[in-house]
């Protein structure tokens, strides 16, 4: 299966949810490959950013937990 399969993507207009109980297994797994791991709540509000969303996106973990998924993600035109 290819990587860039369209099957594989998550539909937007959608929040994916994850069990609280899974989080961890998700947020701490050795993954064998190199992946930015941004994790937020409802209303978009980063509430884990993990070592590669820090190399993809340049902002610290400590500067980015808290603060809207928007504001450091988005570029300056959409």
Excluded: C, Q, R
């Amino acid at each position: 299966m290819s990587t860039d399969d369209p099957s594989l993507l998550l539909p937007a207009n959608k929040p994916f949810v994850v069990d609280p109980s899974m989080m961890s297994i998700l947020v701490e797994a050795e993954l064998p490959w190199t992946v930015a791991v941004i994790v937020t709540d409802l209303e978009g509000t980063v509430t884990h950013w993990n070592h590669f969303a820090e190399v993809v996106y340049g902002w610290t973990a400590s500067e980015a937990v808290g603060t809207s998924i928007a504001d450091l993600t988005v570029g300056p035109v959409t």
